[in-house]
């Protein structure tokens, strides 16, 4: 079992910026995909942004492309979302998902790893 332990989360006013932290285990972290996924009351949890275990590619939704951008630091042990330009649309439970397989898809369903969540709320 992978613990991931997110941080971060909180209010902010519309148009402000946000960044999500989560920490993986050391001896797993390097080899590790890394993502992060959002959820709202009622609906499927979505991808939002993900990273291969090198950093060599990252992905995101269409909706997150141009204002998140996500990063992992190795020494750190750490993966990042950071988000700007944020939009009440943006509220949600963020979660932290890991995959040792690739994480080569955008389905939360094949991600084997998951965090406890953290709110984000973006006032209008």
């Known amino acids: 079992q992978v613990q991931l332990v997110e941080s971060g989360g909180g209010l902010v006013q519309a148009g402000g910026s946000l960044r999500l932290s989560c920490a993986a285990p050391e001896h797993t972290f390097r080899s590790l995909a890394m993502g992060w996924f959002r959820q709202t009351p009622g609906k499927e949890r979505e991808f939002v942004a993900r990273i291969m275990w090198s950093a060599s590619s990252t992905y995101y939704s269409d909706s997150a492309k141009g204002r998140f951008t996500i990063s992992r630091d190795y020494a750190e042990n750490t993966v990042y979302l950071q988000m700007n330009s944020l939009k009440p649309d943006d509220t949600a439970v963020y979660y932290c998902?890991?995959?040792?397989?690739?994480?080569?898809?955008?389905?939360?369903?094949?991600?084997?790893?998951w965090g406890q969540g953290t709110q984000v709320t973006v006032s209008s």
């Open positions: 998902a890991a995959d040792p397989g690739g994480g080569t898809t955008d389905s939360s369903r094949t991600w084997m790893y």
